[in-house]
């Protein structure tokens, strides 16, 4: 995702949370931040990077199992700690 960004012209974190906003996800900069410079965010932050911008051959790296395992942690995360995986 790192390397992505270099070729999003003008990158900014802020700008890439303001990109989110826009479709309902709510991320402040320094987290998104935090986790792309550790290499530690999950499946779901690239899926709505894609979401907001072109990520050329995401199809080379995602299978439908990656994007199940997503859309499944999108919708516990969302549901909050009550439930269980």
């Known amino acids: ?9 003008n990158f900014t974190y ?9 479709i309902g996800v709510h991320l402040a ?9 550790q290499g530690n965010y999950p499946m779901t932050l690239l899926l709505q990077y894609a979401a907001v911008s072109w990520v050329d051959g995401l199809e080379l790296f995602l299978d439908r199992a990656d994007i199940l395992r997503a859309g499944r942690a999108a919708i516990l995360n969302a549901a909050g700690p009550q439930v269980s995986p």
Do not use: N
């Open 1 to 9: 995702m790192a390397a992505e960004q270099q070729s999003w012209a």
């Open 14 to 22: 802020e700008g890439f949370s303001q990109r989110l906003e826009s």
């Open 29 to 37: 900069p320094e987290v998104i931040k935090y986790q792309v410079t």
